[in-house]
């Protein structure tokens, strides 16, 4: 899908960087562009699926349902959210408003308003096992649907979309549908990665660039978001997320509906530069893990290769030597029996041989997978790791 500036509409663009996966089998598209809006000065991924596809792909690959345990998120969830109800509770301080989480995930959000008193409280997510979960484990009501689905006769006060803007490749009709779910002043949260600070928190190179995240704010452009939905921003907090052991720079915006129509977009300066130096940055990171990867994997015959996410899909087009791969392993259930460039996906249980090295493809990641391989497992294998 050619995308026209999701803030804008401008046709007018200028390519940064293509983003390969070198996929589409665990990725939803072999590749997109990385574009700035010549108009407004947004940055945003082009030539992606429809939103429809999009929907269909976190319907099924859904990995914020938390099954390992029992859907409890762990504690780094926890204080995250609780800096975001923190950051909304003075702007909110009736403990009646009507709340709804977008993307409630298993409700622990809004679990956290509860403990505050906060008792109308709602939620959808189009995970049917997430919206079980939320029930179950804080009594939390939700319904699974996505936002372009949803509807009600019930008008919010507040309504949340936490780690969900990125996501969104159509967010014009998201936003004026939650336009018509708030009441008059009514307020709307947002919280999403900060691409203005990406280049001071790198870690594997071009990480921002997921399949996932296709939408990059600064807070210059959230801020031209949320003006061209006649939003006023009450409050505006440049913070960082520290969830599954990965830093992220992200924007916390607290903003109120309006009927005002002209608020005139300031043309963002900042993101082309800042996402200009990030994308240098992962270069230069990526002709080092290209010479570490030729040296370590020289005398190697056979290797096992941990991961199948982002990480290793680009490493596939940095040299990565896929005939040298005897499998893939990954924990993710949703992935394991695929195949990735012919090459069979195992679960971590089912490696066998003792004397194939086992390279850990994840930056993140890396220590605690290679303690899964030696004190879980008690494999003996040789490890290699890239960091
Ligand atoms: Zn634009």
């Known amino acids: 899908m050619n995308r026209v500036c999701p803030i804008c509409s401008c046709i007018e663009k200028r390519k940064l960087y293509t983003q390969d996966f070198h996929n589409n089998v665990i990725s939803l598209i072999k590749n997109y562009d990385v574009v700035v809006c010549k108009n407004c000065g947004f940055v945003y991924a082009d030539n992606i699926p429809s939103q429809a596809d999009f929907n269909d792909y976190y319907r099924v690959m ?36 009507r709340i709804l989480d977008v993307g409630c995930s298993t409700g622990a959000l809004l679990s956290i308003f509860k403990l505050h008193g906060y008792s109308n409280l709602s939620g959808i997510d189009p995970s049917a096992s997430c919206v079980r979960t939320a029930k179950k484990i804080y009594g939390i009501e939700a319904t699974v649907n996505a936002i372009s689905d949803f509807s009600t006769d019930e008008k919010f006060d507040l309504i949340i979309l936490s780690a969900i803007v990125e996501h969104l490749a159509d967010f014009s009709s998201a936003m004026r549908k939650i336009r018509s779910l708030l009441k008059d002043q009514g307020l709307l949260f947002v919280e999403v990665p900060d691409a203005e600070r990406f280049e001071a928190y790198t870690s594997a190179p071009f990480q921002q660039f997921s399949i996932e995240h296709i939408n990059y704010f600064s807070q210059y452009s959230m801020r031209n978001l949320l003006s061209s939905f006649s939003f006023k921003v009450l409050e505006m907090q440049q913070g960082e997320s520290k969830l599954n052991l990965i830093t992220d720079p992200d924007i916390l915006v607290v903003s109120a509906k309006t009927e005002e129509k002209n608020y005139a977009l300031i043309k963002d300066d900042v993101s082309e530069l800042t996402v200009g130096n990030y994308i240098a940055k992962c270069s230069k990171i990526d002709l080092e893990i290209r010479k570490s990867i030729q040296e370590k994997l020289l005398n190697k015959n056979k290797i096992i290769v941990w991961g199948v996410g982002t990480h290793t899909q680009r490493l596939i087009g940095s040299g990565l030597d896929l005939s040298k791969i005897a499998y893939f392993v990954d924990s993710n259930k949703r992935y394991v029996g695929k195949e990735l460039h012919g090459i069979t996906i195992k679960s971590p249980g089912n490696i066998q041989e003792k004397d194939i090295p086992i390279l850990i493809s994840t930056y993140s990641y890396q220590e605690e997978i290679a303690r899964q391989i030696k004190d ?4 003996n294998n040789e490890i290699i790791t890239l960091y």
């Open 62 to 97: 859904s990995k914020y349902e938390f099954n390992h345990n029992n859907g409890i998120v762990s504690s780094d969830y926890i204080e995250h959210f609780t800096k975001i109800v923190n950051f909304l509770i003075p702007h909110v301080p009736d403990t009646h408003a």
């Open 376 to 379: 879980v497992l008690k494999l």
